[in-house]
């Protein structure tokens, strides 16, 4: 069974900290999804990354797939308010579309 | 452009009542569609996928099934309902192949 731990579960910091967040498997994905979910919405994709050892970054987001595929991050530098929210990875393994969600990480920013 | 919907956007329902959400997407063919649970501030739980018109795949053993009557539209039910359904439930679809997920507002349904 393939499974995808997320950490930390819970992030408390205050505004202008940097923070990252990791997304680990024994697994190997085709791809890795992050995803961006705010209190009773769905969530949103922000970016899909490919290719081992592949960086992404999306303003002051940088995301970064495993030279081996198993594992992902996501750096936030200078966090703000805005980004306070729950951050889902979520892996893709077969052609079937079905994906491998972590946990989640809930990101609270303090003003 | 695509969009999906998603109703209702709460439900309060007794233990043993029947259940029945309902989940259309417009400006796409041939969708793979998905219904999730997740619970309170946590991850997705696979329950039901679907990658055509009355194909039907079950993740886990559980109270609730899916049907897809039409090609867009993706429904999940359930006969008698425990209180343990009681989630946030989240229907999404891709197009096929491992495309990213496009999730719908979700239904909080509460069992009582």
């Known amino acids: 069974t393939q499974l995808l731990e997320q950490s930390p579960q819970f992030l408390s910091i205050q505004e202008g900290e940097n923070l990252t967040v990791y997304c680990n498997s024994s697994s190997v994905f085709s791809s890795l999804q992050w995803y961006r979910q705010e209190p009773g919405e769905g969530p949103v994709l922000l970016v899909t990354v490919v290719t081992g050892g592949e960086v992404k970054k999306l303003k002051r987001l940088t995301f970064q797939f495993g030279d081996a595929r198993k594992d992902s991050s996501l750096h936030i530098t200078a966090a703000q308010p805005g980004d306070t929210g729950l951050y889902l990875c979520a892996g893709a393994g077969g052609n079937t579309g079905k994906l491998i969600f972590g946990q989640g990480t809930t990101l609270q920013v303090k003003p | 452009s695509q969009t999906i919907h998603q109703w209702p956007a709460t439900l309060v329902q007794p233990v043993g009542s029947p259940l029945s959400l309902e989940c259309t997407v417009e400006?796409?063919?041939?969708?793979?569609l998905y219904w999730y649970r997740q619970a309170a501030g946590r991850g997705l739980q696979l329950l039901f996928y679907?990658?055509?018109?009355?194909?039907i795949s079950s993740e886990v053993p559980q109270n609730l099934s899916a049907s897809r009557p039409q090609d867009r539209q993706f429904i999940l039910s359930s006969k008698k309902l425990l209180l343990s359904d009681s989630g946030f439930y989240l229907c999404a679809w891709s197009a096929q192949g491992n495309s990213p997920l496009h999730f719908g507002n979700g239904t909080r349904l509460t069992v009582t």
């Open positions: 679907s990658v055509g018109i009355g194909q």
């Open positions: 400006g796409t063919s041939n969708p793979n």
